[in-house]
Structure formats: C-alpha cells, structure tokens
C-alpha cells in the first residue's frame, strides 16, 4: 500500500519531452494530501471499527445476560404456576375438611339436640298425662263429694248456708267458685 510519504519521497528522472516537474509535484502533493486524509480517515473508522467491536461484544454478553434472566424468568414462572397449583389444591383440600368436619358436627349438634327434644316431648307428655289422671281424679273426688253432700239429710235453710259461708275464710270462698267453675268445665269436656 502507497502512503502519503511514499508519494512525497517519490523522485523521477527528467525527461526531454516529459512533464512539467511542477505540475507532476503539484499533482503529486495532491494525491498525498488526498491520501493523507483517506489514511486518517481509514484510522478514525478502524478506531471506530474497534469501538463497535467491542460495543457490539458488550451487546452480545448483554443479549446473553438477557436470554439467561428470560430463561430464569421463565422457570420461575413454571414454578410460580405449580406453587400456585399446589396452594389452590391444599386450600380446597383443607376447605373440604373444614366443611366435613363442620358437617359431622352439626349432624353430632342436631342429632343431640333431637335426643334432648325427643326426652323433653316424652317429659311434657308423662306431666300433661300426669295432670289429666289427676284431673279426673279431682273430679272423681269433687263429684263423690257433691254426692255425698247432696245425699246428705236436711236441707241448709239460707240463713245457715249464708253462717256456713261467713265461717269460711276469704281464701275458702273464693276456693269454692273456682271448684264449682272447674267440675262444670271438666264436666263439658268430659
């Protein structure tokens, strides 16, 4: 390759019918100057050359670095995805054992609670069974009673009966309406 220098040291031999020498060293200043300016320029764009190379270097390892983040990204995304798999899986299992667990206490709760209702109704029916035997014999008794007194002789004139009910304590007059009201209502149900 020709440099600027080569061209400047060039020397020619004089001719007869030749070239000006003038004119041949102008031309020739020309075309050093022309290849002095290539040759910084062919510089510069080596120097520039070398600093693509190395930022295109440095782009590669960047590109490399990313392709290894996305694929690090990626399995941790798989993995995200089966974590959250596993997480809705053992919440709807554990889900499921709750409600089964809260099923089979509430089937314990009402299932005792129908044993307690079961011995209250048989409770309520023994009392209320109790009260109308007793009722009857109440009024057996009451009717035995209003018998024998109605048996007995001799009529009680109405100034006797009004001595008999002075006699009476306040509480005994009262006890004798409600028991004359009550052998009547018993009667009519009966």
């Known amino acids: 390759m ?22 041949v060293d102008d031309f020739l200043g020309e075309i050093a100057d022309t290849l002095k300016s290539y040759e910084a320029e062919l510089t510069t764009l080596r120097a520039d050359k070398e600093e693509s190379a190395k930022k295109i270097e440095v782009l590669v390892a960047s590109i490399k670095q990313y392709r290894a983040d996305e694929e690090a990204i990626k399995e941790a995304m798989v993995d995200a995805r089966r974590q959250k798999q596993n997480i809705i899986a053992e919440a709807q299992e554990k889900a499921a054992e709750i ?43 009451y009717r035995e009673h209003i018998s024998l007194i109605s048996n007995l002789p001799g009529e009680i004139e109405e100034d006797d009966e009004e001595e008999y ?3 009476l304590p306040d509480d005994m007059e009262s006890t004798k309406y409600f028991e004359t009201k009550a052998i009547k209502e018993a009667d009519a149900e009966v």
């Open 165 to 167: 009910e002075e006699d």
């Open 99 to 141: 409600l089964s667990s809260a099923n089979l206490k509430a089937d314990e709760l009402k299932a005792s609670i129908n044993v307690n209702i079961d011995a209250e109704k048989a409770e309520l029916e023994r009392v209320q069974n109790e009260v109308k035997d007793f009722k009857k014999e109440l009024l057996e008794m």
């Open 2 to 23: 020709i440099t600027a220098n080569d061209v400047m040291k060039k020397s020619f031999e004089q001719a007869k019918l030749g070239y000006k020498m003038e004119d």
